[in-house]
C-alpha cells in the first residue's frame, strides 16, 4: 500500500544502537572506522527490517546527557550493540539494556574478536573488517543481521541472560538476597573441593560430580569448575558428557564449547571436534583459540595418515593444519600458541615451509612480550622452549624448559609439549639432522606426562 502524496509516512519502530564513534584502535595496531560499519553495515540492516535507527552518537550540546541515553536505551523496543574492541560505555549500555528489556537486544562484533566470558555465549552476527579498517562483504553480514532483527520483530524470544538464568526476576527482596548469599559460600565451599579431588585424580572427581546431584541447579561456576578440572586429568569423555548435562546457555558459551571440542579429539572423535570448531568460526568469525584447537584436529590427522604410509593424504592435512594456525595467529597476533604451532608444522614440511623464517621473529616478539609479565605461564616458557629447539640453541632450550617444567599446570599440557619436541626431532632425523641435547629436554617433558 502506498502513501498518498503529502501524507506523513508511517511511523517505523525506533532501534537503538550502541557502538563506539569515529575510529578506534582495535588492539592490534590498526584501527576501525566505525562510522563505516555503522553507515554499510548497522543502519541498512535495521531499515531492512522495517525499523528507524537511533545511533546513540555524543551529545553534543550541554546539560545532562545521561537522561536521553537512558530513555534511548528503555525505552526503544529494539537495539543493536556492537561489542567490538569491548568498549567500556557500550557494555554498561548493554547491561543496562538486559536489566530492562527481556528481549529485542541484537549483538555483532568484528570478526576475531575474543569477547569477554559474560557475553560469548551469547549469539551475535560477525562482520568482517579489511585491512584499512572498514567493512568487508558488508551486504552479507547486513543482511544476516536485518534477519535477526525480523526474529525479534516475530517472536518476542528472551535474550537478555537475567532473564534466561535468574529465578523470578525482576523480584528481588531480602529473603532472595539471603538466599543468594548461602549459594556463593556453598559455591566456594565446592569449588575447593573440587580443586583437592583434582589431586587426587578422575575417580575423586567422578564423586564430586555424584555429590552435586541435579546438575541443572548446580552454580554455573562450580560446572566450570569441575569441567576443567576433568580436563587437567585427561578424563575426555567425562568432559564430553558433563556438557551434555549442562544448563543450555553454559554449554553454549565459547570457551565450553572450546574445550568440549578438545576433548572430543583427545577421544578419538576429531569429525565432532572439527564440527563444532566450524560452526564457531561460522558464527563468530575465526579467533586465535578456535582457530588453534582446529589447527590441532589437522595436525592429529596428519600424524595418523603419515604414519599410516599415506604420504598424500597427510601432505593435505598438514596444510589444513597449517593454514588453521595461521588463521588462529592473524586474527590475534598477540596470542602466540596458534603461531608457534604454525611455525613448527613450517619447518616439519619437506622441503620447510619459506614462510617459516618470516613468521618466527613475530612470533618470538610476541611471546617475548608475555614473558615480561610478573607471572609467566606453562605455555609462554614452553613456546620459548620451542623457539628454541627450532633455532638450536642450546642454552635458550635449556633454560626456558627449566622454567615449564617447574610451572607445569597438568600432565596434558607436558604431553603436548613432549609430543611437539618428537615430531621436530623425527623430522630432523628424516632429514640427517640431529640435536642429541635436545632428547634429554624430550624425555624430561615424557617424564611429567
Known amino acids: 500500500m502506498s502513501t498518498a502524496p503529502g501524507a506523513a509516512r508511517p511511523m517505523r519502530p525506533l532501534c537503538f544502537v550502541a557502538m563506539p564513534f569515529g575510529?578506534?584502535?582495535?588492539?592490534?595496531?590498526?584501527?576501525?572506522?566505525?562510522?563505516?560499519?555503522?553507515?554499510?553495515?548497522?543502519?541498512?540492516?535495521?531499515?531492512?527490517?522495517?525499523?528507524?535507527?537511533?545511533?546513540?552518537?555524543?551529545?553534543?550540546?550541554?546539560?545532562?546527557?545521561?537522561?536521553?541515553?537512558?530513555?534511548?536505551?528503555?525505552?526503544?523496543?529494539?537495539?543493536?550493540?556492537?561489542?567490538?574492541?569491548?568498549?567500556?560505555?557500550?557494555?554498561?549500555?548493554?547491561?543496562?539494556?538486559?536489566?530492562?528489556?527481556?528481549?529485542?537486544?541484537?549483538?555483532?562484533?568484528?570478526?576475531?574478536?575474543?569477547?569477554?566470558?559474560?557475553?560469548?555465549?551469547?549469539?551475535?552476527?560477525?562482520y568482517r573488517l579489511g585491512y584499512d579498517g572498514k567493512p568487508s562483504a558488508a551486504g552479507n553480514c547486513s543482511q544476516t543481521l536485518a534477519g535477526l532483527l525480523r526474529t525479534a520483530k516475530a517472536d518476542a524470544f528472551t535474550d537478555s541472560p537475567l532473564y534466561q538464568l535468574i529465578r523470578e526476576y525482576p523480584k528481588i527482596d531480602e529473603a532472595s538476597a539471603e538466599a543468594f548469599r548461602d549459594r556463593v559460600a556453598e559455591a566456594h565451599r565446592t569449588k575447593q573441593r573440587i580443586a583437592e579431588a583434582r589431586k587426587q585424580g578422575m575417580d575423586a572427581l567422578r564423586a564430586e560430580q555424584v555429590a552435586l546431584g541435579t546438575?541443572?541447579?548446580?552454580?554455573?561456576?562450580?560446572?566450570?569448575?569441575?569441567?576443567?578440572?576433568?580436563?587437567?586429568?585427561?578424563?575426555?569423555?567425562?568432559?564430553?558428557?558433563?556438557?551434555?548435562?549442562?544448563?543450555?546457555?553454559?554449554?553454549?558459551?565459547?570457551?565450553?564449547?572450546?574445550?568440549?571440542?578438545?576433548?572430543?579429539?583427545?577421544?578419538?572423535?576429531?569429525?565432532?571436534?572439527?564440527?563444532?570448531?566450524?560452526?564457531?568460526?561460522a558464527e563468530r568469525g575465526p579467533s586465535s583459540e578456535t582457530c588453534g584447537i582446529l589447527g590441532r584436529v589437522y595436525k592429529d590427522r596428519w600424524e595418523a595418515m603419515a604414519k599410516a604410509g599415506d604420504a598424500f593424504t597427510a601432505r593435505g592435512l598438514l596444510d589444513k593444519a597449517i593454514k588453521a594456525y595461521l588463521q588462529g595467529f592473524e586474527a590475534d597476533s598477540r596470542d602466540f600458541y596458534p603461531g608457534i604451532n604454525a611455525v613448527t608444522l613450517m619447518l616439519l614440511k619437506q622441503p620447510p615451509d619459506p614462510r617459516a623464517e618470516t613468521l618466527m621473529p613475530v612470533v618470538r616478539f610476541a611471546v617475548e612480550q608475555?614473558?615480561?609479565?610478573?607471572?609467566?605461564?606453562?605455555?609462554?616458557?614452553?613456546?620459548?622452549?620451542?623457539?628454541?629447539?627450532?633455532?638450536?640453541?642450546?642454552?635458550?632450550?635449556?633454560?626456558?624448559?627449566?622454567?615449564?617444567?617447574?610451572?607445569?599446570?597438568?600432565?596434558?599440557?607436558?604431553?603436548?609439549?613432549?609430543?611437539?619436541?618428537?615430531?621436530?626431532?623425527?623430522?630432523?632425523?628424516?632429514?640427517?639432522?640431529?640435536?642429541?641435547?635436545?632428547?634429554?629436554?624430550?624425555?624430561?617433558?615424557?617424564?611429567?606426562?
Open 23 to 126: 575510529t578506534k584502535p582495535d588492539g592490534n595496531g590498526g584501527n576501525i572506522d566505525f562510522d563505516a560499519v555503522y553507515a554499510q553495515i548497522l543502519k541498512p540492516a535495521i531499515e531492512a527490517a522495517g525499523l528507524e535507527a537511533l545511533r546513540a552518537d555524543e551529545e553534543q550540546a550541554g546539560g545532562i546527557i545521561h537522561k536521553p541515553m537512558y530513555e534511548r536505551l528503555i525505552l526503544c523496543p529494539y537495539a543493536v550493540v556492537d561489542l567490538t574492541t569491548a568498549n567500556a560505555n557500550v557494555f554498561y549500555e548493554l547491561g543496562l539494556r538486559h536489566a530492562m528489556r527481556p528481549h529485542s537486544t541484537v549483538l555483532c562484533f568484528a570478526q576475531g574478536m575474543r569477547l569477554p566470558f559474560d557475553v560469548n555465549g551469547l549469539r551475535g552476527v560477525p
Open 215 to 281: 546438575l541443572s541447579d548446580v552454580d554455573a561456576g562450580v560446572l566450570v569448575e569441575l569441567f576443567l578440572a576433568y580436563r587437567d586429568v585427561k578424563a575426555w569423555p567425562e568432559m564430553i558428557t558433563l556438557t551434555e548435562a549442562m544448563p543450555k546457555a553454559l554449554a553454549s558459551a565459547v570457551v565450553v564449547r572450546e574445550q568440549v571440542a578438545l576433548a572430543l579429539n583427545r577421544a578419538g572423535r576429531g569429525d565432532a571436534a572439527e564440527e563444532v570448531l566450524l560452526a564457531l568460526v
Open 370 to 449: 608475555r614473558l615480561k609479565g610478573n607471572q609467566p605461564s606453562y605455555w609462554d616458557h614452553a613456546t620459548q622452549l620451542e623457539l628454541g629447539i627450532l633455532s638450536k640453541d642450546q642454552v635458550a632450550a635449556e633454560q626456558a624448559a627449566a622454567d615449564a617444567l617447574a610451572v607445569v599446570p597438568a600432565a596434558w599440557a607436558a604431553e603436548t609439549t613432549a609430543r611437539n619436541l618428537r615430531l621436530i626431532r623425527e623430522a630432523r632425523s628424516a632429514r640427517g639432522e640431529s640435536l642429541p641435547w635436545s632428547i634429554d629436554i624430550e624425555r624430561a617433558f615424557e617424564a611429567r606426562s
